[in-house]
């Protein structure tokens, strides 16, 4: 069955992670996507680890791509990129801002040549504003957009995110953006310049503490497992393992209490609503530990889903990837590499009842595309 954005054609100029994760999820939902290399391939082709040369993860985020090598400084590949941006409907790049300027392919150019083509581009920090022409990486907006001071336990320094979160949601805000102007073009005939960049992205995820800061005009402090607005809510030991509970709803905290033996701490007036809970959690996050140590993880999870309380498990990779659920909504897929054989990778995240996405091709070897996408071209014209 054909994917919703089949009748689309991407042209993916990035590298690393940012840019070809949006480019990845245009891919999965039809779009046709041919990723534009340089002679030496995507940095990311480098990153271990590796399954008979191949980098892992770059075959996870630039599945169902075609790739085709240019060398954008020779006039030739110009031109035959030029041929295939007459053609495109998007075209994704991640370069530093100016940098596509100066190989001749700005926006206005651009939509000068193809009214209608898209333009999409993640910077470090974005086309404008006095921090523009710095490169950025994940690890620069983590600490920048002040994620990181407020990750990690209270007393100790800032901790980084273990995944690449800044690179991540600034490919998925972008592939919004794009949808969006596609929407627009509907209306206009015309595309536009999307934008976005990882000091954003990082940014925009800053709901609670954003709404602390604004509110109170205070720095909002590292809290280590709390939450900023609910009570308890956070990860609890048990007696063989770790396991989570969101019990702040007065329902779910009155549930949780009676479980645990302590039904007394719903009368407190220290825990009387949300927000003295919330004022008082580390008090009531100690009495409720302690019960949970006499029973390993099993016996309370399977309690607390009698009950309806919401819980669970803290797991690994390797739990994760076997876990029931995570197989029956299809998260882990199968794909056969020419080099690698059989591969693994995550599935589609968002699923269509109508035009389902899919998996369709393994990520492809540097350049395995070039002559079939020129060749495709110059039947075209």
Same mark, same amino acid.
């Given at each position: 069955?054909?994917?919703?954005?089949?009748?689309?054609?991407?042209?993916?100029?990035?590298?690393?992670?940012?840019?070809?994760?949006?480019?990845?999820?245009?891919?999965?939902?039809?779009?046709?996507?041919?990723?534009?290399?340089?002679?030496?391939?995507?940095?990311?082709?480098?990153?271990?680890?590796?399954?008979?040369?191949?980098?892992?993860?770059?075959?996870?985020?630039?599945?169902?791509?075609?790739?085709?090598?240019?060398?954008?400084?020779?006039?030739?590949?110009?031109?035959?990129?030029?041929?295939?941006?007459?053609?495109?409907?998007?075209?994704?790049?991640?370069?530093?801002?100016?940098?596509?300027?100066?190989?001749?392919?700005?926006?206005?150019?651009?939509?000068?040549?193809?009214?209608?083509?898209?333009?999409?581009?993640?910077?470090?920090?974005?086309?404008?504003?006095?921090?523009?022409?710095?490169?950025?990486?994940?690890?620069?907006?983590?600490?920048?957009?002040?994620?990181?001071?407020?990750?990690?336990?209270?007393?100790?320094?800032?901790?980084?995110?273990?995944?690449?979160?800044?690179?991540?949601?600034?490919?998925?805000?972008?592939?919004?953006?794009?949808?969006?102007?596609?929407?627009?073009?509907?209306?206009?005939?015309?595309?536009?310049?999307?934008?976005?960049?990882?000091?954003?992205?990082?940014?925009?995820?800053?709901?609670?503490?954003?709404?602390?800061?604004?509110?109170?005009?205070?720095?909002?402090?590292?809290?280590?497992?709390?939450?900023?607005?609910?009570?308890?809510?956070?990860?609890?030991?048990?007696?063989?393992?770790?396991?989570?509970?969101?019990?702040?709803?007065?329902?779910?905290?009155?549930? @949780?209490?009676? !479980?645990?033996? %302590?039904?007394? *701490?719903? &009368?407190? =007036?220290?825990?009387?609503?949300? +927000?003295?809970?919330?004022?008082?959690?580390?008090?009531?996050?100690?009495?409720?530990?302690?019960?949970?140590?006499?029973?390993?993880?099993?016996?309370?999870?399977?309690?607390?889903?009698?009950?309806?309380?919401?819980?669970?498990?803290?797991?690994?990779?390797?739990?994760?990837?076997?876990?029931?659920?995570?197989?029956?909504?299809?998260?882990?897929?199968?794909?056969?590499?020419?080099?690698?054989?059989? @591969?693994?990778? !995550?599935?589609? %995240?968002?699923? *269509?009842? &109508?035009? =389902?996405?899919?998996?369709?091709? +393994?990520?492809?070897?540097?350049?395995?595309?070039?002559?079939?996408?020129?060749?495709?071209?110059?039947?075209?014209?």
């Amino acid at each position: 069955m054909a994917g919703a954005l089949d009748h689309l054609l991407v042209l993916d100029l990035t590298s690393h992670l940012s840019g070809p994760y949006c480019a990845m999820l245009l891919a999965d939902h039809g779009a046709e996507v041919i990723k534009i290399e340089p002679p030496k391939g995507d940095s990311a082709r480098g990153m271990p680890p590796f399954i008979n040369g191949e980098s892992a993860p770059f075959m996870t985020w630039n599945r169902n791509k075609r790739s085709v090598v240019m060398d954008l400084k020779q006039a030739a590949d110009k031109e035959a990129l030029l041929g295939l941006i007459d053609r495109a409907d998007i075209l994704v790049e991640n370069f530093r801002p100016g940098v596509l300027d100066r190989l001749g392919f700005g926006w206005p150019a651009l939509h000068q040549r193809n009214k209608r083509l898209i333009l999409a581009s993640i910077s470090g920090f974005g086309q404008t504003g006095p921090y523009s022409s710095r490169g950025g990486f994940d690890l620069v907006t983590q600490a920048m957009s002040g994620l990181m001071s407020t990750n990690g336990p209270a007393d100790g320094p800032p901790h980084r995110l273990p995944i690449a979160i800044s690179d991540v949601t600034a490919g998925m805000f972008l592939a919004f953006g794009v949808l969006a102007a596609v929407e627009a073009r509907h209306r206009t005939g015309e595309g536009q310049h999307v934008e976005t960049s990882l000091l954003e992205a990082a940014t925009s995820l800053a709901v609670y503490e954003s709404a602390h800061y604004f509110a109170t005009g205070t720095r909002p402090e590292r809290i280590g497992q709390a939450h900023r607005g609910s009570s308890p809510y956070q990860c609890f030991q048990t007696a063989d393992g770790y396991i989570t509970v969101g019990a702040s709803q007065q329902k779910f905290f009155a549930q @949780f209490c009676e !479980l645990v033996g %302590t039904p007394e *701490l719903v &009368a407190d =007036p220290r825990f009387a609503s949300i +927000a003295e809970r919330v004022k008082n959690n580390d008090v009531l996050v100690a009495l409720l530990a302690q019960p949970l140590l006499t029973q390993p993880s099993a016996y309370w999870l399977a309690a607390m889903e009698t009950i309806g309380l919401p819980a669970g498990p803290v797991l690994y990779y390797d739990e994760v990837f076997t876990d029931p659920q995570i197989l029956a909504r299809e998260m882990v897929v199968e794909t056969n590499h020419p080099v690698t054989g059989p @591969f693994h990778t !995550l599935g589609v %995240t968002v699923k *269509l009842s &109508a035009t =389902p996405g899919s998996i369709r091709r +393994a990520a492809p070897r540097l350049g395995e595309h070039t002559h079939e996408v020129l060749n495709e071209r110059k039947a075209a014209e």
